[in-house]
C-alpha cells in the first residue's frame, strides 16, 4: 500500500510539474513581490524534496545497502588495511 502512494505522489507531482497555466502573466504577485510562477515553481521544489526524502526513507532497497556492506567486509584484511593498502 505505502509503494502504491509513493508511486502515485510520483506521478501527481509528475503531472504538476507541467505548470502551463503561470507562463502567460506575472500577476498575481505572491508576497506582493515574486511572480506566480515562480513562486509555484519554489513550492514545486520544496514537494519534490519531501517526496524525494520520503521516497528514500520507505523505497529505498535495503539489499543496496547490505552489498556494500558485504563488499566493504571482503575487501577487509585481519590487519584494518583493505587490499588497496590504504588504512581505515
Not at 509503494?3 to 502567460?24: E, G, I
Not at 504577485?29 to 513550492?43: D, E, I, S
Request: glycine share 4%; charged share 25%.
Amino acid at each position: 500500500m505505502k509503494k502504491t502512494l509513493l508511486v502515485l505522489a510520483v506521478v501527481v507531482l509528475y503531472a504538476l510539474h507541467q505548470d502551463l497555466w503561470l507562463w502567460r502573466t506575472a500577476r498575481p504577485l505572491a508576497f506582493g513581490f515574486v511572480p506566480a510562477g515562480l513562486f509555484y515553481h519554489a513550492c514545486f521544489s520544496l514537494a519534490s524534496a519531501a517526496l524525494m526524502a520520503a521516497l528514500v526513507r520507505w523505497a529505498w532497497p535495503a539489499r543496496l545497502e547490505a552489498e556494500v556492506e558485504e563488499a566493504a567486509e571482503r575487501r577487509a584484511a585481519p590487519d584494518g588495511r583493505d587490499r588497496s593498502g590504504d588504512t581505515r
